[in-house]
């Protein structure tokens, strides 16, 4: 136990702790819809979409933050721009402005001297840098995911299975969708300290897959993928504390890790009730009994 406990004796771990705790609930509410509405690649685009931002931020001495906020919340509007009047696809808006601003990011760090430190954050995240502010920050962003998640359920589920139901039901799939995306920003936002804008889907889509492999509805989901968030933030951090690896690479790695032990727990499950369970005579049989 005491090898459990020794690591969070210091006060930066404690942090580190608490901070990816507050990731994994955010990330489990927006992650949860982002797996059941396939919107995988949007977060993958704003996530690198925050590059720019961040990158202009930190040359100019601003919170980094607040740049990739400005950057990511850019693109979101963009590319529900694009879509609505450039009569371009979904994906293919996501796609364009994805190349666009990872692009853009890259010729921006790659103009600055001496930016390796500072985009290796950007990209991988410095979950034990996290302060007592960040930790508010994300705390207020888990407080409103939620309340706009329970107020708007009942809309994202309709806009998710079958929007023109939605539309009949007065349940605005239009704004279900740019309220969603906004939660994929905010999610993707707030994230960027701890795990970085590379790792940061990794923790949006492994818990809500592991999760949905045991469950029956979006509520239970969201609840277990917070489970297995958090499982993965204190594995990877006891990971990077024993083993002296990347913290935010190491929790984004095990929350994988826990996907797929949870694919293959779930599929071991089946083959033994398979095996397990009588098995009727088929109509055939009986008749050539008979």
Do not use: N
């Not at 459990?4 to 608490?18: C, D, G, K, N, Q």
């Not at 990816?20 to 993958?44: S, Y």
């Not at 806009?159 to 939660?183: K, W, Y």
Request: some cysteine; overall charge positive; aromatic content about 6%.
């Amino acid at each position: 136990m005491s090898l459990l406990l020794s690591p969070f004796a210091a006060e930066f771990m404690v942090r580190a702790l608490l901070g990816g705790v507050l990731v994994a609930g955010v990330c489990a509410i927006v992650g949860t819809w982002v797996v059941t509405r396939g919107m995988a690649f949007l977060g993958e685009a704003i996530g690198h979409g925050m590059l720019p931002g961040v990158a202009i931020a930190t040359l100019l001495g601003l919170p980094p933050l607040v740049g990739g906020a400005v950057s990511a919340a850019g693109m979101s509007a963009a590319i529900g721009l694009l879509q609505r009047r450039g009569r371009l696809s979904y994906d293919t808006s996501i796609g364009l402005l994805f190349v666009g601003m990872l692009s853009l990011g890259v010729i921006i760090v790659s103009h600055a001297r001496s930016f390796a430190t500072d985009a290796t954050v950007m990209l991988f995240g410095d979950v034990l840098a996290i302060g007592w502010g960040d930790i508010a920050l994300l705390a207020a962003a888990l407080a409103a995911t939620t309340a706009i998640a329970a107020r708007f359920h009942r809309a994202f589920v309709a806009a998710a299975f079958d929007p023109r139901v939605a539309q009949t039901l007065g349940l605005r799939p239009q704004l279900a969708q740019v309220l969603l995306t906004g939660l994929v920003t905010l999610a993707i936002v707030t994230s960027y300290q701890a795990v970085g804008s590379l790792l940061v889907v990794g923790m949006l889509l492994a818990p809500a897959v592991a999760a949905g492999r045991w469950t029956r509805s979006i509520p239970s989901t969201m609840a277990l993928a917070a489970a297995f968030g958090v499982a993965a933030v204190v594995s990877g951090l006891l990971v990077s504390w024993y083993a002296a690896t990347a913290a935010g690479p190491s929790i984004a790695f095990a929350a994988i890790v826990l996907a797929g032990l949870s694919a293959l727990a779930r599929a071991g499950i089946s083959r033994a009730r398979e095996r397990t369970a009588p098995h009727s005579p088929s109509p055939i049989s009986e008749s050539v009994a008979a």
